[in-house]
């Protein structure tokens, strides 16, 4: 007989507990507690005799650190750059990366495209698609993809058994909610269905040297469906995003075992398929002749790559009584408090005017050196007073008005250099030691927000 165990489970963050509770003592979310069966068949365990079984632990045993060989020059590279930048310069074998996103995003699309145009061998598993779905939307990507085996199935036993058969390089799985193990009684897509399939998984990867990558949705609230569990069991996090109504799509680092979290990639998606985009500036700088008010360039740097990227603001009277802000790719907060410091520091008054606030491309920029551009094209709108398109901006805004250094600014000077740009604002602390003459480009030093005002339009 089965033994029958009932748990409730936070949907969030994976905590367990005997008895409903409203609010999770882990995760501090409401309402999340859900009742799941989980019945462990002690028969079929005692049968298996898969790498599950305790045999293959007896052989491990522990080895001095000085003997353990580095696996680093064994990464796969792919031929997708910025997704082999991304993981920190190619996959590692027998490594267990998520890659998270919300659904309709291009997940299946950028794995599938991945696989279709590697050169070594990938088993891709679909458990959302049946064979003849992927192969529709592999027809529109294109490609030869002579070393890609497809697979529709969502029992993890057989998954894993086709995966030791095949011996793989890679293996996808789409998506972990799909999955059920047979070892667990409770739904696909639940807390101990999800946890159970991932660390099996993530056994398999570490027993067999075979990478896995899996694919997992993101609910509403912008974490990983039984996540946080998720996120702790894996090598690295990878988190696919944009905006829907745009084409960018861009691949983010949350956690990453062997590399950098910094790092960014960046696609456009097209009819047939995503495609890499290698030199962002262009795309995220929009084609205009004339010189607008309300609309500046920052230069920022989105782990070691420097972008150019336009910020525009719209100041507008107001016809309420509370004035409205809204903003685009940028914290609202953070927006609040630039329009603070510039009304304290600089004199400047925004509270009769709704403003708006737009990053070009639909692009969230973590960068704080986009604060002075943003500052910028707050006056220009206000003003009414356009900024020439060959000048861009480089500082974060301190809450005393100080324009404070950033990181890199060398870097950020020469792809403003390159780009064209004529003028780029920086802080005056940014200029020590800064061979200004190396470039064409001019370089202005600024100390405080109401420099900026004057530098600018007076
Ligand atoms: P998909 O990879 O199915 O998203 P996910 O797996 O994250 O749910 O991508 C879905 C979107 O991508 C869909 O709205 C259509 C679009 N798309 C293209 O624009 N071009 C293409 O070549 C493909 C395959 C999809
Ligand atoms: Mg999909």
Redesign the pocket.
């Known amino acids: 007989m089965a033994k029958v165990k009932k748990i409730f489970a936070c949907s969030n963050c994976g905590a367990t507990s005997p008895k409903w509770i409203g609010k999770c003592p882990h995760c501090g979310e409401w309402n999340t507690y859900i009742e799941e069966v989980i019945s462990r068949d002690t028969v079929t365990e005692s049968k298996d005799k898969s790498w599950r079984t305790q045999e293959k632990a007896s052989k491990s045993k522990p080895v001095p650190l000085p003997e353990i060989e580095a696996g680093e020059t064994t990464r796969l590279t792919t031929p997708d750059a910025e997704l082999n930048r991304v993981l920190g310069g190619g996959i590692v074998p027998g490594s267990l990366v998520l890659i998270g ?10 794995l599938l495209q991945l696989a279709m145009h590697v050169p070594f061998t990938i088993l891709y598993i679909s458990g959302e698609e049946s064979d003849e779905q992927i192969k529709m ?1 592999a027809d ?2 294109g490609g030869e993809a002579k070393n890609c085996y497809i697979l529709s199935e969502t029992n993890t036993s057989k998954i894993l058994k086709h995966a030791q058969n095949l011996r793989p390089s890679l293996v996808i799985i ?1 998506s972990i909610q799909t999955l059920s193990s047979p070892h667990i009684d409770s739904m696909p897509g639940s807390v101990s269905q999800v946890r159970e399939c991932a660390g099996e998984l993530q056994r398999f990867a570490k027993e067999e040297h075979i990478p896995v990558f899996i ?1 997992g949705h993101i609910t509403k609230e912008g974490s990983i469906a039984g996540p946080k569990l998720l996120e702790h069991i894996v090598d690295a996090v990878l988190q ?1 995003e944009g905006d829907r109504n745009y084409t960018y799509r861009i691949l983010r680092t949350i956690k990453n075992r062997f590399g950098s979290t910094d790092e960014l990639g960046i696609y456009e ?5 995503l495609r890499e985009v290698s030199n962002p500036s262009e795309l995220l700088l929009s084609q205009k002749d004339e010189d607008l008010s309300g609309s500046a360039v920052a230069a920022t740097i989105e782990g070691l790559r420097p972008m150019l990227i336009e910020t525009q603001a719209l100041v507008s009277t107001s016809v309420y009584s509370a004035p409205q802000r809204s903003a685009t790719g940028f914290d609202l907060r953070r927006l609040g408090m630039l329009l603070a410091v510039l009304e304290k520091r600089a004199g400047l008054f925004f509270a009769q005017n709704d403003v708006f606030l737009n990053i070009a491309g639909g692009i969230r920029v973590d960068d704080p050196a986009i604060d002075l551009s943003i500052v910028a094209a707050l006056i220009s709108s206000l003003e009414d007073v356009a900024i020439p398109t060959d000048v861009c901006f480089a500082g974060e805004v301190g809450l005393s008005g100080e324009i404070r250094t950033v990181n890199r600014v060398e870097q950020r000077i020469q792809e403003a250099n390159r780009l064209g740009f004529k003028e780029i604002y920086i802080s005056k602390y940014n200029t020590k030691g800064l061979d200004t003459g190396r470039y064409d480009i001019e370089v202005k030093a600024v100390s405080k927000v109401q420099e900026l005002y004057y530098a600018l339009f007076k």
């Open positions: 996103g919300q659904p309709g995003i291009g997940k299946s699309t950028l939307r529109r990507i789409d694919i696919f998606m097209q009819a047939s398929g």
